[in-house]
């Protein structure tokens, strides 16, 4: 063997062993973080993992009775998903476990089925969250993320601000002390508080409104003062996290001290069960998919768009790059091991995640010590959690969405575009009057049905010469020089079936309305794509007005839409000398020179 064939396949093997490793990179990101890891990491990750903990405990248990579930079972979905996650997750900061609009839509797709607390209502919650598994795992390995694009910016508005009214009304009932009776949609649970409000239990009240006063000011002003009284931005930033933990210690010790459960009926947790969750395999029935099917695909889609954003934002900071279809195959893969271990659906959270970051998480063993430190506690302290009011919990679920209502979303939306706002404000309302299911439908239906409707209609600008240059603009904003027998449009939008007969009715109008005009100049700048539907009407026009004297000409069309013209035929029959590449060409073809 020569020298130069062995170099020749030495560079073979590195090459596959490079390419071996970027699959593996691809697959398991842990492998790829691990085999990279500093010493110098552990101190923040070990105090991100231990912070985002202290947030977790008390928050899984709330969003768990937020979805009608035992605490219990926000405990049990915080533990295999964050260690799952860590293993396959793209973002190395992003938190994983139950969150508010997971935790509603869990309520509100089980909700329709079983009464909520019951055994069937957990048994069904495991089945969402391997449903919602499921899809997000063929959905990522099938490179399908493209259909949040569906969730538009005013749809996720109106659906997360009247979301949180539901939420927020719906821990009411605890916070008042009153028995409120199941409704059917969503707007009539603010008319059964109402009318209930006069049975309030006032000891309840005080812990529930004390609570909120407690978690407002840890989330508002701690931070600001201890940093006026030299505090660290370290140690400053820690103590402000830490008030869902003071609050549930606070009110605990107070129950307990007084006996308020049982002389005064504060309503509290009970007994947790102690020790990790069994692993089971969820028995399905063919009902029950049909049944749970449009709520999990919901749920696929929003917790998706929920969590890529987050990670995106958070990776830019670090320069970093986020995988979407990667992440769906994460958050599939999470919310399968929540099914299997007892948990319900999961999804990376915007508070947990920041907390992460800020707390100076490097990698994703922050999450796998969080997942550690959960299991820990389930194990050993479940006992302490027996007196917690479920008051203070509904108080931690009502601060953590107030900020989930966005009116300064809906002010910039309403003065940007009135019609993007129609989309948002029927999402909200379809939200509030029907329910979540129905209210997105009606938002996403409502979305596309008004881009149909502004891309039936494109817009055509008639343009000409700025000055003595090679530069085209509308003749309505700018002065131009333009030629009687010629007539340059610029078409401002893609071509396609909605939009064909506009086109239509376009360039015979330019006809009829200049007698003397011999030539059109289509300028397709601006269109990204011609359908099939497009393609004829134009192909029918072309040949009408050439049958009446007047002569289209195409010019800047962009690579793709001439690879199809020309592969369909429509190049050669239509004349390749009749396009080209820019406007000035055209204009300087028909005569029409500079000065």
């Known amino acids: 063997m020569t020298t130069e064939t062995s170099k020749l396949r030495g560079g073979e093997n590195l090459s596959l062993k490079r390419k071996n490793k970027n699959l ?53 979905a915080s533990i295999l998903p964050l260690i799952i996650y860590a293993i396959f997750g793209s973002s190395r900061v992003l938190a994983v476990g139950p969150v508010a609009m997971v935790s509603l839509l869990t309520l509100s797709g089980v909700g329709a089925i079983a009464q909520a607390g019951t055994a069937e209502f957990i048994a069904l919650a495991l089945i969402l969250a391997l449903m919602t598994g499921v899809i997000q795992l ?50 009539q649970l603010f008319i059964n508080i109402i009318n209930n409000i006069s049975a309030t239990h006032l000891i309840t009240l005080s812990i529930g409104i004390g609570s909120i006063l407690i978690l407002t000011y840890f989330k508002k002003f701690l931070k600001r003062n201890l940093k006026s009284l030299k505090f660290s931005d370290v140690i400053s930033e820690t103590l402000s996290k830490t008030g869902a933990l003071v609050v549930v210690f606070v009110s605990t010790i107070l129950v307990w001290s007084f006996g308020l459960d049982s002389v005064s009926g504060v309503k509290i947790v009970g007994e947790i069960p102690a020790g990790l969750p069994p692993i089971t395999i969820p028995s399905i029935e063919a009902t029950q998919i049909a049944a749970l099917f449009p709520i999990a695909m919901i749920i696929s889609l929003v917790g998706f768009m929920e969590s890529i954003s987050i990670a995106t934002t958070l990776a830019s ?133 008004l881009h149909l409707y502004r891309t039936s209609k494109p817009h055509v600008a008639v343009v000409g010469r700025v000055g003595d240059t090679e530069h085209f603009r509308n003749v309505l904003r700018h002065e131009v020089k333009t030629c009687p ?62 049958s009446t004297g007047v002569n289209v000409y195409l010019a800047e069309v962009k690579g793709p839409v001439m690879d199809r013209l020309e592969k369909i035929g429509f190049v050669e029959n239509f004349g390749k000398e009749n396009i080209f590449l820019s406007t000035h060409q055209a204009i300087e073809f028909l005569g029409c020179k500079k000065g």
């Not at 398991?28 to 973080?33: K, L």
């Not at 768990?64 to 605490?71: V, Y």
């Not at 071509?495 to 007698?515: C, G, I, Q, W």
């Open 317 to 449: 900071k670090r320069r970093q790059k986020i995988d979407a279809n990667q992440e769906l195959i994460a958050l599939g893969t999470a919310n399968i091991g929540a099914s299997v271990t007892g948990g319900y659906p999961v999804t990376g959270g915007l508070s947990r995640s920041v907390v992460n970051f800020s707390a100076g998480a490097n990698t994703n063993l922050a999450s796998i010590i969080t997942a550690v430190l959960i299991a820990l506690t389930v194990l050993l302290f479940t006992p302490l959690f027996y007196y917690l009011p479920r008051a203070t919990l509904a108080a931690i679920v009502i601060v953590a969405v107030a900020s989930l209502f966005d009116f300064k979303s809906f002010r910039h939306i309403w003065a940007y575009s009135k019609t993007d706002a129609l989309a948002l404000l029927t999402t909200f309302f379809g939200v509030l009057i029907f329910n979540i299911e129905i209210g997105i439908g009606i938002g996403i239906a409502t979305a596309l049905l």
């Open 485 to 546: 027998e010629t007539c340059a449009l610029r078409i401002d939008e893609s071509l396609y079936f909605a939009n064909t007969k506009e086109l239509e009715r376009t360039l015979l109008s330019a006809v009829a309305d200049e007698p003397k005009l011999k030539n059109i100049v289509l300028i397709c700048s601006a269109v990204n794509f011609i359908d099939a539907s497009a393609l004829d009407t134009l192909e029918r026009v072309v040949e009408e007005l050439n």
């Open 24 to 76: 593996l990179y691809k697959i398991f990101p842990i492998s790829q973080w691990l085999s990279e890891y500093k010493k110098e990491d552990l101190v923040g990750d070990l105090l991100a993992g231990l912070i985002v903990t202290i947030m977790l405990v008390p928050q899984s248990m709330a969003y768990a009775m937020l979805a009608g579930l035992p605490p219990q079972v926000g405990l049990y």
């Open 138 to 187: 063929f959905m990522g390995i099938a490179r399908l993320g493209f259909l949040v694009n569906f969730l538009s910016h005013p749809v996720l508005v109106g659906f997360t601000s009247a979301a949180a009214l539901v939420i927020g009304f719906s821990q009411l009932k605890h916070i008042f002390g009153i028995q409120v009776a199941r409704a059917e949609h969503p707007y």
